[in-house]
């Protein structure tokens, strides 16, 4: 092989090399940054072929997807005194690359970083707040706060916090059993509240039921009375009408119905023979 076909190949060598180098890829959950010379050039955001000036520009590769911030379980004070062992999460993403490099260049430095500002922000908003609060009433809105407060401070850094949630949080293993005596008999107090509320109820309702019932028996009596006096004024009028039309006739049908009700089956009466209440029974 003769020299000449050699530097040809030594050179086609070198500019194929130096062609690779002036090209790089930027993957779909990529974001890349290129300097030059430590020097900042140029973001880019998008998936790609592209190029840069070889051995004098570098470029910086970042995530683009959303990243998760998983914290060690700490202890944190209530407002009312109570120790909770919190353990949060937090999803984030880099939205500046150029502020995220100069700032914290990797996300181990941005875990650190986090670290600092999500458990900081947790401890003061949750210090602001009693144990029942956060374990039972207000913990979405509480985390809605911690994560607009956490989301203004890594800005700084070119960061954009998702969501900070709390996975867990969970009473010291010491005080456990004695807070949770002090929550049932809080809650035996409230339930005893509600049973004699209750039963101081149910009592306005039986009394007033019996007030009620005694009304409307009284009245029910009266108007039965009122009904039955009205009967007989018109049964003994219709008797004094009977009476009227024929004295014989009524005395005669009075009397039967009258030894119907006395002279039962194995009845003994004993009278003088001339007694009007044998009138109809004497025969001549």
């Known amino acids: 092989m003769s020299p000449k076909l050699i530097t040809i190949l030594v050179l086609v060598a070198i500019a194929v090399f130096l062609f690779s180098q002036s090209l790089f890829t930027v993957d779909e959950t990529e974001q890349v940054i290129v300097t030059q010379l430590g020097k900042y050039v140029k973001t880019v955001p998008d998936p790609g072929l592209y190029l840069k000036i070889p051995f004098l520009q570098n470029t910086e590769k970042f995530e683009n997807r959303v990243l998760q911030y998983d914290a060690?379980?700490?202890?944190?004070?209530?407002?009312?005194?109570?120790?909770?062992?919190?353990d949060n999460y937090a999803r984030w993403r880099i939205v500046n690359p150029?502020?995220?490099y100069?700032?914290?260049?990797?996300?181990?430095?941005?875990?650190?970083?986090?670290?600092?500002?999500?458990?900081s922000e947790i401890r003061e908003e949750l210090a602001?707040?009693?144990?029942?609060?956060?374990?039972?009433?207000?913990?979405?809105?509480?985390?809605q706060t911690v994560t607009g407060q956490c989301r203004e401070k890594a800005a700084d850094y070119g960061i954009d916090i998702i969501d900070v949630r709390i996975k867990r949080a969970d009473l010291p293993s010491g005080v456990e059993h004695s807070v949770y005596a002090r929550m049932k008999a809080e809650r035996d107090r409230i339930a005893k509240k509600y049973r004699s509320e209750g039963e101081e109820e149910a009592v306005k309702i039986r009394a007033a039921t019996d007030k009620e019932k005694t009304i409307m028996l009284a009245e029910s009596y009266q108007l039965a009375e009122k009904l039955k006096g009205e009967g007989d004024a018109g049964a003994i009028k219709i008797y004094a009408e009977a009476f009227e039309q024929d004295p014989e006739f009524y005395a005669f049908v009075k009397t039967l119905e009258t030894y119907e009700k006395s002279l039962k089956k194995d009845t003994t009466i004993i009278l003088p023979a001339n007694s009007e209440f044998f009138k109809y029974l004497n025969t001549k």
């Open 72 to 86: 060690a379980a700490a202890e944190i004070l209530t407002s009312d005194k109570k120790k909770l062992v919190i």
């Open 98 to 100: 150029l502020k995220f």
């Open 102 to 119: 100069q700032t914290v260049r990797s996300e181990a430095g941005a875990q650190e970083r986090l670290d600092d500002i999500i458990f």
């Open 128 to 143: 602001r707040h009693t144990l029942t609060e956060i374990v039972v009433e207000n913990r979405n809105s509480l985390m």
